[in-house]
């Protein structure tokens, strides 16, 4: 059973970086052709797909937050990361981390809740 | 990008009553590529149904979807106590993917 769990500041600053960390276990993040994903939920909203990432490094990110979002992997430890400039306010939500198959996002982690604020 | 526009925005039923939840995108998309999530408070989404129509392992068989094209429906068939909770469609059809606003499903 893939477990994913996200780690990383609860509280950022604004205008600084904002940076998890995703930890896969239960198997091997270069098995099988599956997409590492981050996904944020602003409080009492709907869910937003930032973006995904190949083990390979290959990366797709949401046009609407390209120019701020950076996915890498390491596969060494059998995790990826999100690294999202430039903050405000706006940014404040719940980051799931994910697995995406073929269409659909099959495992989720718990999703880590952080606020941007001085 | 494709819009997914979900109907109604809250559905007030009663235990073993039947719930029919709507999804509309603003363009086509592949039936491969739409996919229904169920998340409680406090939780993360759960995957219930992808390609439109198969169940995720696991979820029992009063979940179902249909649907074609522009118009896609998921349909609960008998409601349990533990089944009221917002429901999500999600389309890969075409980047980004994108996300449904949600059904809010409360008991009446």
């Known amino acids: 059973q893939v477990q994913l769990q996200e780690s990383g500041p609860g509280l950022v600053k604004p205008s600084q970086t904002l940076s998890l960390t995703c930890t896969v276990s239960?198997?091997?993040?270069?098995?099988?052709?599956?997409?590492w994903t981050w996904i944020r939920q602003h409080p009492g909203k709907g869910l937003e797909w930032i973006g995904y990432?190949?083990?390979?490094?290959?990366?797709y990110y949401n046009p609407s937050l390209e120019s701020r979002v950076t996915i890498s992997v390491d596969t060494s430890n059998n995790q990826f990361s999100l690294d999202l400039n430039s903050v405000t306010a706006a940014d404040t939500a719940v980051y799931y981390c994910?697995?995406?198959?073929?269409?659909?996002?099959?495992?989720w982690g718990q999703g880590t809740l952080v606020t941007v604020s001085s | 990008e494709i819009v997914l526009t979900q109907s109604p925005g809250t559905l007030s039923l009663s235990p073993g009553e039947r719930a029919t939840f709507s999804c509309r995108a603003s363009?086509?998309?592949?039936?491969?590529?739409l996919a229904w999530y169920q998340q409680k408070p406090g939780q993360a989404p759960r995957l219930l149904i992808y390609?439109?129509?198969s169940r995720a392992t696991g979820i029992p068989d009063r979940f179902s979807g249909s649907g074609s094209g522009t118009d896609f429906s998921f349909t609960i068939s008998r409601l349990e106590p533990e089944d009221f909770a917002v429901y999500y469609c999600?389309?890969?059809?075409?980047?980004?993917?994108?996300f449904g606003q949600g059904t809010r499903l409360e008991i009446k």
């Open positions: 994910a697995r995406y198959d073929s269409g659909s996002i099959d495992y």
């Open positions: 239960g198997g091997s993040i270069t098995s099988g052709n599956y997409y």
């Open positions: 990432i190949y083990h390979s490094g290959t990366t």
């Open positions: 363009q086509s998309v592949s039936s491969s590529y």
């Open positions: 390609g439109a129509s």
């Open positions: 999600q389309q890969d059809g075409s980047s980004p993917i994108t």
